[in-house]
């Protein structure tokens, strides 16, 4: 448990600290960008001193906006598939790194404690216990960490590890897999990563 919780820490100081660098550069090269077009728009301002200094002046703050537009929207987009980018990179990683624990030794005491803090909320209900594939053989372990016998079947939805208990009779699910905490942890840092492109 303390590993698993290490490793979000790991991979939320990580993803922190990566996410302000690339914006950091990303700012600054956008500030320079804006700085320069401003500098040649206030050129071409200062040389016309008559009446079509005005007419000038209009034309080229109507194309300079444009141009700005198009540079903002370029900018834009590159920001946004470069986000897109990163954020799929680290969490492709914590998706391997967490495969990599589902076939570790620790797993198994992991798949434990998630079994017995759950226990008690299914003693006297119609459940059925989900894990993927790969875990059929933790079968018997997890029944004994439970404490009593319901039905294992197969979830395709686990594609990671972790447990799953459905109560069919009072419709609850209890989701304690390692897909769904990774996929909170992708929204939690979509919410929080200061990665907003605006």
Do not use: C, P
Not at 75 to 84: A, C, E, V, W, Y
Not at 95 to 116: C, N, V
């Amino acid at each position: 448990m303390q590993n698993i919780d290490q490793i979000y820490l790991y991979m939320k100081e990580e993803i922190e600290r990566q996410a302000t660098n690339e914006e950091n550069a990303i700012l600054e090269e956008v500030k320079a960008l804006e700085e320069e077009a401003y500098t040649s728009m206030k050129k071409e301002a200062r040389k016309d001193a008559d009446l079509k200094l005005k007419q000038e002046v209009e034309e080229i703050s109507s194309q300079a906006a444009s141009e700005i537009s198009e540079i903002h929207t370029d900018r834009t987009k590159k920001l946004i598939n470069k986000r897109d980018e990163y954020v799929k990179a680290v969490f492709d990683e914590a998706k391997k790194e967490l495969l990599e624990f589902s076939k570790s030794d620790e797993y198994i005491t992991f798949m434990q404690a998630k079994i017995s803090k759950v226990a008690d909320t299914f003693k006297d209900t119609d459940a059925i216990l989900y894990i993927k594939e790969e875990d059929l053989s933790l079968k018997d372990e997890l029944l004994k960490a439970l404490g009593y016998e319901i039905e294992v079947k197969v979830s395709d939805d686990i594609k990671i590890g972790g447990i799953m208990i459905e109560d069919l009779k009072n419709a609850l699910i209890v989701d304690e897999t390692l897909d769904f905490a990774l996929n909170n942890q992708k929204e939690w840092f979509n919410k929080n990563s200061g990665l907003i492109i605006r």
